[in-house]
């Protein structure tokens, strides 16, 4: 337990204030001076979300797909950063990182925002400065202000981070009509970027190791489906009865809604960049 109960704060935590909350600071300083971090050899950095504890979230357990496709809990530590401050995601369950609700991503409060940038970005450098002896590799999965944070960070500590999606991916889905320009984490292709990262951290080739989960048949075809329960679609079928069978766009290329022809199957799936049920902290609508 790293807050005993009797110490807890009464105050909230839920709103802007909780990344100053007396109780996240102690959390995260007690992170940063007492805790022990594993020896691995990869460190990957993901974002918070809402959804708690995180590593039952559909964001982490996308995440999960993508790193153990590659690597053993023996080779890789995950911590978890942003409105947590950072960590480390085996403590996911502790308080007060089970208990806050806020997310910065859908926070329209400059004055939030910069003081965000500068804590997190402060508290990650010295993770890294701390940490320096217990990766060999580190990579970040992350955008928005949670990506201008890292990059900050490894400003600060000068300690190498393979921070993606890549910028020319970002810029390439970039879309200034919509409201978070750069998309979700849940794009197919920044998901191949971090795919990618893994493999080049394991020394693994990467020419087999594309994600295809969901092809279509023509260049229209949908390329980032996720559903909106725990459990991904993994296989979309036209050819039986319990197949898809109505599929209808808002656009020519943003599915919104998916029927299916059994009550207990997924009815309702949200492309990302339009609509998603999940909750990573930054960059999910």
Not at 22 to 28: E, G, I, K, L
Not at 250 to 278: G, K, L, W
Request: charged share 30%.
């Amino acid at each position: 337990m790293i807050i005993p109960e009797h110490e807890r704060s009464a105050e909230p935590l839920i709103g802007e204030n909780v990344i100053k909350h007396p109780d996240m600071v102690r959390a995260v300083e007690w992170v940063l001076t007492e805790y022990e971090p594993p020896k691995r050899e990869i460190c990957i950095f993901v974002p918070c979300s809402k959804a708690k504890p995180y590593h039952e979230s559909p964001s982490h357990k996308m995440f999960d797909s993508i790193i153990f496709r590659h690597l053993t809990h023996d080779q890789v530590h995950v911590v978890v950063f942003g409105t947590c401050g950072v960590t480390p995601r085996e403590l996911d369950t502790e308080y007060p990182f089970m208990d806050y609700q806020f997310m910065l991503g859908r926070c329209d409060v400059p004055k939030v925002k910069r003081e965000f940038h500068k804590l997190e970005s402060r508290r990650l450098a010295r993770y890294l400065e701390l940490t320096k002896q217990h990766y060999r590799h580190r990579i970040a999965y992350c955008l928005g202000d949670f990506r201008l944070a890292m990059e900050k960070a490894v400003e600060l500590s000068q300690v190498k981070v393979d921070i993606v999606p890549k910028p020319g991916t970002m810029e390439k889905l970039h879309n200034p009509d919509l409201k978070f320009s750069f998309g979700s984490l849940y794009h197919q292709e920044y998901q191949r970027d971090f795919d990618e990262a893994i493999c080049r951290a394991a020394g693994l080739d990467t020419s087999n190791d594309a994600i295809t989960d969901i092809r279509g048949t023509s260049d229209d075809a949908v390329t980032d489906i996720r559903a909106t329960s725990d459990d991904a679609v993994t296989n979309i079928r036209g050819t039986s009865d319990d197949a898809v069978t109505d599929i209808r766009a808002t656009s020519d290329d943003a599915v919104t809604d998916i029927q299916t022809t059994s009550d207990d199957e997924v009815t309702d799936i949200r492309r990302t960049n339009v609509r998603v049920t999940d909750d990573s902290d930054w960059y999910i609508i």
